[in-house]
């Protein structure tokens, strides 16, 4: 089983250097529910707003039990950069009078601290993954469509933006029902639904099946990452930490792969050569997507050598932290080259994938 699975897995694998990725906005604000504007009750929620920022940006899954993350979370209020609550009482309001409460954080503060601790956080861009979910209710199994699945869709809508992780949810039209059915998803040979998720070019695939039961939701995942699969089960629970137990499991995997040291964070410069530059257009999105990736802090066009275009880039990271981020968008495709320098990276420009210009 396993062979036939890594046969075929290296469709994923072979776009860990291209696959596109996303700015998520937003990593350090959130916005929690406080039981009241009392003091002690301002300070429970702002220590729960921290623990989210903490869960969507640090690497892993055993910082909480950091000494200092701990002490962070005791006096989360000195990392606190602006707070506004809710002009109205939440729906769920009670006498205490129970308001929404935004909380900023001081990303600068925090990037310290987890620089002082050596922990790896995971920058702002990220590979969407492609999520394949069976819904199992009132005895039908069927594809989850969000038109028709509103709380479904919107608990994953909560979930995915609690963990700043991106989805793409396949099309489903007439034609790709045609190409997959639900068994292929739940089936415990995934050949056929890896070969139809090829064409999303995304390098991370979840399948998921979500069944309605009498106690409540229950669910099983199947992620499909970095050659290799990893299968996870929740009992049953509410909808939203049925939810949440699936995009947790991809969080903590993707966050371990692609998490950097806020130690590399240092001003570095880099050459890159790009080929296949065609015209205006073609050299307008080069430096758009460069200008737009976290670990770069300035872009400078130097001309053209031997039909390559050149690009100086002073860095905020090292060239290792640069190589991982620029490796996850599907914008330029790493080149190999015969005795190049330390300082000089090759890449190829991708052409636009017309799939992924409709999705988008």
Not at 86 to 113: H, Y
Not at 283 to 301: C, E, F, H, P, T
Not at 305 to 318: A, F, P, R, V
């Amino acid at each position: 089983m396993r062979l036939i699975l890594l046969a075929f897995i290296v469709i994923l694998s072979a776009r860990h250097e291209t696959a596109l990725a996303f700015e998520v906005d937003g990593l350090y604000e959130t916005e929690v529910v406080a039981a009241s504007q009392s003091p002690q009750d301002q300070d429970a929620a702002i220590k729960q707003a921290l623990a989210v920022v903490l869960k969507r940006t640090l690497a892993g899954e055993d910082f909480l039990q950091d000494a200092a993350v701990r002490a962070a979370l005791a006096n989360a209020k000195t990392y606190v950069k602006q707070y506004q609550y809710a002009l109205q009482e939440t729906p769920a309001g009670n006498a205490r009078s129970a308001r929404n409460l935004r909380v900023l954080f001081n990303e600068q503060a925090l990037l310290e601290l987890m620089k002082a601790r050596q922990l790896k956080v995971w920058p702002d861009h990220r590979p969407e993954t492609l999520l394949w979910l069976v819904v199992d209710e009132e005895d039908q199994r069927v594809f989850f469509k969000p038109e028709a699945m509103p709380q479904i869709h919107w608990a994953i809508q909560q979930a995915s933006k609690q963990l700043g992780l991106p989805l793409l949810m396949p099309l489903l039209d007439l034609d790709e029902q045609r190409m997959i059915s639900v068994n292929d998803v739940l089936s415990a040979y995934p050949q056929h639904l890896l070969s139809v998720s090829g064409r999303y070019d995304v390098v991370s695939i979840l399948a998921g099946r979500l069944a309605k039961t009498d106690e409540g939701w229950k669910t099983d995942w199947a992620f499909y990452f970095d050659d290799n699969v990893e299968q996870w089960s929740s009992p049953s629970s509410t909808l939203n930490e049925a939810v949440v137990s699936g995009l947790h499991g991809v969080y903590q995997r993707l966050s371990r792969y692609y998490g950097v040291a806020p130690s590399t964070f240092v001003a570095d410069t880099l050459t890159l050569k790009i080929a296949g530059v065609k015209d205006n257009a073609d050299q307008a999105r080069i430096m758009g997507y460069l200008k737009n990736l976290q670990a770069v802090k300035s872009v400078l066009w130097q001309g053209q050598d031997n039909g390559l275009e050149i690009y100086k880039l002073t860095l905020d990271g090292n060239r290792q932290a640069f190589e991982q981020t620029v490796g996850l968008g599907r914008v330029l495709n790493p080149r190999t080259m015969a005795n190049g320098l330390a300082s000089e990276l090759r890449y190829e420009l991708i052409p636009v994938n017309p799939l992924r210009a409709q999705l988008n």
